[in-house]
């Protein structure tokens, strides 16, 4: 098995709700692995904050690797259009919403379209990064989330 393969085990874990995010830090503390446990740890860090999916994890890590401040993840917040569970939010209005292939399918564009208007309708800077972008263009879209903090005062000192 891959370290992506086992990435994708443990977000999957907590997607369909078979175990809480808490229930695997506990356990990444009491099971000593002897291959991957400081991979393994990491990812059940960011799962911890938040992290649901495989694009954002990568998107943490590239964060990270360009030492960008941590997010908050799944942000909650209430728009015009009702609530809506945010991918990552800088607490100077700067949102990143990274987009699956779920998201290219029927109407799902123009509901991503209403939400994203709705955020920045609200006084957020809202960045849209499809997960194929983000491993083709990883360097432009980082640059521009890059650019973004610097421009709200949240870059990383």
């Known amino acids: 098995m891959s370290d992506r393969q086992a990435a994708l085990i443990l977000v ?20 000593k692995g ?16 938040g992290v649901q999916s495989l694009g954002e994890l990568d998107f943490a890590r590239l964060c990270r690797e360009r030492g960008l401040p941590e997010p908050d993840r799944q942000v909650l917040v209430q728009t015009d259009t009702g609530r809506v569970y945010l991918d990552v939010r800088w607490r100077g209005g700067l949102v990143v919403e990274i987009d699956g292939v779920q998201h290219q399918r029927a109407l799902a564009v123009s509901a ?45 000192a």
């Open 34 to 49: 002897r291959r991957r446990r400081a991979f393994v740890k990491g990812v059940v860090r960011d799962i911890a904050l």
């Open 12 to 31: 999957m874990t907590v997607q369909q709700r078979l175990a809480t995010p808490e229930q695997l830090l506990h356990t990444t503390e009491i099971l």
């Open 112 to 156: 991503d379209n209403l939400r994203t208007n709705a955020l920045v309708l609200r006084g957020d800077r809202a960045l849209r990064i499809d997960l194929v972008g983000l491993r083709v263009y990883t360097e432009e879209f980082m640059a521009q989330v890059a650019q973004g903090q610097a421009q709200l005062g949240t870059s990383a």
